[in-house]
């Protein structure tokens, strides 16, 4: 391919993602958002009108001149990606098209990622959902996975999860069994993107989003992007050594301040108070086998359960303090609390803000607002999907 196509390819496929996350844009936005001249832009969007993958939206408000026409992805090209949300237990799965809207509503299905099928269990469940979505193979643009563990996004490889035979990477394995496309990445990065496109760290540019999930994980967005270390490892913010026990890690261990502060850890402590008999609607919600106890759990929490509250402010107490000594170091404008157990909504906040009151530097904690996502279960599905939107050529 002559260089020439690939730059005009390259600028398609740039004018889509710009598009795909700022919804509508004039051709003058295009080509600042680009960086290219403004007949670059306007030739690349009219070959899209003319394929169908934009359409025209009206015009921009008046500013006293010729008002700009606005344009936006045709919501009715059949494109879609397939995007996979896994934690340690549960995987979840959407089908979005371009605009995100939900083509196929979240499918959910138990998966232990440590067991040694997990990658061909995996398989299954997105080869059965798409057959449930009735979409051809040939339209989906690829499947994006956000998984935890040590990711190697570049590479396809989790370190931590699934691991593949013959030194072949989980990212080319799910490719060639699934015939797609795939993307990997850690589930607090795309979750920390997520937010930044899309939910509370939009128009930040320094921000600290907690993933509270079966871990306590951590993206960090610097200077308006994303950043991930030297190795891609950086935001491991659950193994720094804050726990007040001396109870082993996963990670092999001691003092991490994920032993204290996961949402495994707080199911653990839930299911224990049940079997000692202690007041609390726990112990009805837990028989009911349809959903996870993390989402009974989380359910109390929302309702307002004493044993449940008292749980869940112990942890947050301890990701309070991890926090102060991260905007000690990191000086943040904005913490968004993210994740599966954002659900836990009002009740997450107070703990955490009272423990950075009390470890942080007032001068410095006066900088940072701490705030719950609104994305929250969602935020690791929609990044998912973007994580494709950044990888597709969009020939």
């Given at each position: 391919?002559?260089?020439?196509?690939?730059?005009?390819?390259?600028?398609?496929?740039?004018?889509?993602?710009?598009?795909?996350?700022?919804?509508?844009?004039?051709?003058?936005?295009?080509?600042?958002?680009?960086?290219?001249?403004?007949?670059?832009?306007?030739?690349?969007?009219?070959?899209?009108?003319?394929?169908?993958?934009?359409?025209?939206?009206?015009?921009?408000?008046?500013?006293?001149?010729?008002?700009?026409?606005?344009?936006?992805?045709?919501?009715?090209?059949?494109?879609?990606?397939?995007?996979?949300?896994?934690?340690?237990?549960?995987?979840?799965?959407?089908?979005?098209?371009?605009?995100?809207?939900?083509?196929?509503?979240?499918?959910?299905?138990?998966?232990?990622?440590?067991?040694?099928?997990?990658?061909?269990?995996?398989?299954?469940?997105?080869?059965?959902?798409?057959?449930?979505?009735?979409?051809?193979?040939?339209?989906l643009l690829?499947?994006?996975?956000?998984?935890?563990?040590?990711?190697?996004?570049?590479?396809?490889?989790?370190?931590?999860?699934?691991?593949?035979?013959?030194?072949?990477?989980?990212?080319?394995?799910?490719?060639?069994?699934?015939?797609?496309?795939?993307?990997?990445?850690?589930?607090?990065?795309?979750?920390a993107l997520?937010?930044?496109?899309?939910?509370?760290?939009?128009?930040?540019?320094?921000?600290?989003?907690v993933n509270?999930?079966?871990?306590?994980?951590?993206?960090?967005?610097?200077?308006?992007?994303?950043?991930?270390?030297?190795?891609?490892?950086?935001?491991?913010?659950?193994?720094?050594?804050?726990?007040?026990?001396?109870?082993?890690?996963?990670?092999?261990?001691?003092?991490?301040?994920?032993?204290?502060?996961?949402?495994?850890?707080?199911?653990?402590?839930?299911?224990?108070?049940?079997?000692?008999?202690?007041?609390?609607?726990?112990?009805?919600?837990?028989?009911?086998?349809?959903?996870?106890?993390?989402?009974?759990?989380?359910?109390?929490?929302?309702?307002?359960?004493?044993?449940?509250?008292?749980?869940?402010?112990?942890?947050?107490?301890?990701?309070?303090?991890?926090?102060?000594?991260?905007?000690?170091?990191?000086?943040?404008?904005?913490?968004?609390?993210?994740?599966?157990?954002?659900?836990?909504?009002?009740?997450?906040?107070?703990?955490?803000?009272?423990?950075?009151?009390?470890?942080?530097?007032?001068?410095?904690?006066?900088?940072?607002?701490?705030?719950?996502?609104?994305?929250?279960?969602?935020?690791?599905?929609?990044?998912?999907?973007?994580?494709?939107?950044?990888?597709?050529?969009?020939?």
């Amino acid at each position: 391919m002559s260089i020439i196509l690939q730059k005009g390819q390259r600028l398609r496929a740039d004018i889509i993602k710009h598009l795909y996350y700022n919804k509508v844009l004039s051709l003058m936005d295009l080509s600042k958002l680009t960086q290219k001249s403004l007949p670059s832009v306007t030739s690349s969007v009219n070959g899209l009108i003319k394929e169908g993958q934009l359409i025209e939206q009206g015009f921009a408000p008046s500013t006293g001149g010729r008002r700009a026409a606005m344009f936006l992805l045709n919501p009715n090209y059949k494109k879609y990606i397939v995007a996979v949300a896994m934690d340690q237990f549960i995987t979840r799965l959407t089908i979005y098209d371009l605009s995100n809207r939900v083509i196929l509503p979240p499918q959910l299905v138990n998966l232990d990622m440590s067991s040694a099928n997990s990658a061909d269990l995996l398989i299954q469940f997105i080869n059965k959902c798409i057959t449930k979505s009735k979409i051809d193979s040939e339209n989906l643009l690829g499947v994006g996975i956000g998984m935890p563990g040590f990711v190697n996004a570049e590479k396809g490889i989790n370190y931590s999860f699934m691991a593949t035979e013959d030194g072949v990477s989980l990212q080319e394995y799910l490719s060639d069994k699934l015939n797609l496309p795939v993307f990997l990445d850690n589930d607090s990065s795309l979750i920390a993107l997520a937010e930044l496109h899309f939910g509370e760290a939009a128009g930040f540019k320094d921000v600290l989003v907690v993933n509270v999930g079966w871990g306590t994980g951590l993206g960090m967005i610097v200077n308006g992007n994303l950043y991930r270390g030297s190795s891609g490892y950086a935001g491991e913010f659950s193994h720094i050594p804050l726990s007040n026990s001396d109870k082993l890690c996963s990670c092999g261990k001691r003092g991490c301040l994920e032993v204290e502060t996961s949402l495994l850890v707080m199911v653990n402590l839930a299911e224990q108070a049940v079997a000692h008999g202690e007041p609390t609607i726990m112990t009805e919600l837990f028989k009911d086998e349809s959903k996870h106890h993390a989402d009974h759990f989380l359910d109390a929490v929302v309702k307002q359960d004493s044993v449940a509250i008292s749980i869940l402010h112990n942890a947050a107490s301890q990701i309070g303090k991890g926090l102060a000594t991260l905007i000690h170091i990191m000086n943040p404008e904005r913490i968004v609390l993210s994740g599966r157990g954002a659900r836990a909504g009002k009740m997450l906040l107070p703990p955490i803000q009272q423990a950075v009151n009390k470890f942080c530097i007032p001068r410095v904690a006066d900088q940072t607002t701490i705030v719950l996502s609104k994305l929250a279960e969602q935020a690791e599905l929609l990044a998912a999907a973007s994580l494709v939107i950044e990888h597709s050529k969009f020939k």
